[in-house]
């Protein structure tokens, strides 16, 4: 199991580097405050004025071909095809099929064409790196850029160290994985202004929090002033939550706090289905099965939630995370409804780890008399 970690004799350089971020962030946050106030009666005026055919409408945008077309952005190097993919995505939010803005999907595009992933060997960690350096020097005023970038240095950092107990990380190891964290701090830091004029800089610096070992205050900070600016940005809520998982050094209680706020601060009508999202994701990186046991999470909110996603936006995806929460909750009613919804072909990405075992064994228990 993993742990947070010590950063070991760069505490102290790490601390001043995110006391700086922290400052930066703050003044990022007061400006933006004040931007917000003055422009506050004017986009009151506009959205009364509009009509209410045109606030409530919803024009919904394939996430498949959003993912497949950063990805692909990224995969041949078209940095300005990225820039124009996520400038068009910020200047008019829109929503997936399945409900979520446009702009995660992109982002998880961007991921997947640079292979941001902490599996990564250290050459093709290297290479990830030199590529969003590269992006950053063609593109110096991309928040994108620099929030990518510093991600990929702290999976630089991750492919030095390993997957190991820290017990097992050789010396050496340890030494360039926190250089790589280093550099991936002072990036941030250097770069505060640009990074922090989005949602995705926040989120990046919670990344490298996760890794550096900040402790929980700073993190709580980071993340707080990020979403204050920037109150759709779900990544934050999902980054954060990974950041006070029990295997991260935090508890039970800390992930429970934290789903409640992030529902209670979501703009209606998507904060229930907020709570059954982040606690299935809790369940994915860590809880598993024993979700409803070893977490405070109450059922039947997280049922309510999916049952109002779905009516909503009814993604196969959403069935299938809501049959498979059914199974844990032990609701064999719930379960069986979903099920039929979802037929004979279900998605296994959305049934946790040996997803087609469990989904076996889910359907053969839902089944029994």
């Known amino acids: 199991m993993e742990s947070r970690l010590n950063p070991g004799p760069q505490a102290a350089r ?3 580097a995110l006391k700086a971020v922290a400052a930066l962030a703050a003044l990022a ?4 405050a004040a931007h917000a106030q003055t422009d506050a009666p004017a986009k009151a005026q506009a959205s009364a004025k509009a009509p209410a055919a045109a606030r409530t409408a919803e024009a919904l945008v394939d996430g498949s071909a959003v993912f497949s077309a950063a990805s692909l952005a990224l995969h041949w190097g078209d940095f300005a095809e990225a820039e124009r993919l996520f400038k068009a995505a910020r200047a008019q939010p829109r929503r997936t099929s399945a409900g979520l803005w446009e702009v995660v999907q992109l982002y998880r595009g961007f991921e997947n064409g640079l292979s941001t992933n902490r599996g990564l060997r250290v050459r093709q960690a290297e290479h990830t790196a030199a590529l969003s350096a590269q992006w950053v020097q063609q593109h110096p005023r991309s928040p994108l850029a620099h929030a990518l970038h510093v991600v990929t240095l702290t999976n630089l950092a991750w ?3 390993g997957s190991g107990y820290a017990n097992t990380v050789a010396p050496q190891a340890w030494e360039l994985f926190r250089a790589a964290l280093d550099k991936a701090t002072a990036h941030a830091v250097q770069h505060g202004d640009v990074l922090l004029s989005d949602g995705l800089g926040f989120q990046a610096l919670l990344v490298v929090a996760r890794g550096a070992g900040w402790d929980d205050r700073r993190t709580q900070a980071i993340y707080e002033q990020g979403i204050l600016r920037f109150p759709d940005e ?5 980054t954060q939550l990974t950041n006070l998982l029990p295997k991260w050094g935090g ?12 529902a209670q601060r979501t703009r209606a009508p998507y904060g229930p289905a907020l709570y059954a999202r982040l606690y299935t994701a809790a369940a994915r990186e860590q809880f598993e099965h ?8 109450r059922w039947e909110r997280v049922d309510a939630g999916y049952a109002e996603m779905t009516a909503r936006y009814p993604h196969a995806g959403h069935f299938n995370a809501w049959a498979w929460m059914a199974c844990q909750a032990q609701d064999r009613k719930r379960l069986l409804e ?3 919804k979802i037929g004979p072909e279900p998605d296994l990405d959305f049934w946790g780890s040996n997803a ?3 989904y076996d064994t889910c359907k053969s228990w839902a089944q029994k008399l």
């Open 14 to 16: 790490l601390r001043g």
């Open 29 to 32: 946050v007061g400006s933006w």
């Open 159 to 161: 492919a030095h160290r």
């Open 234 to 238: 779900d990544l934050l809520h999902f």
């Open 251 to 262: 508890s039970a209680r800390q992930v429970d706090q934290h789903i409640q706020a992030a």
């Open 290 to 297: 024993a979700l409803f046991a070893d977490s405070l999470a």
């Open 338 to 340: 979903v099920l039929e």
């Open 356 to 358: 087609q075992e469990t």
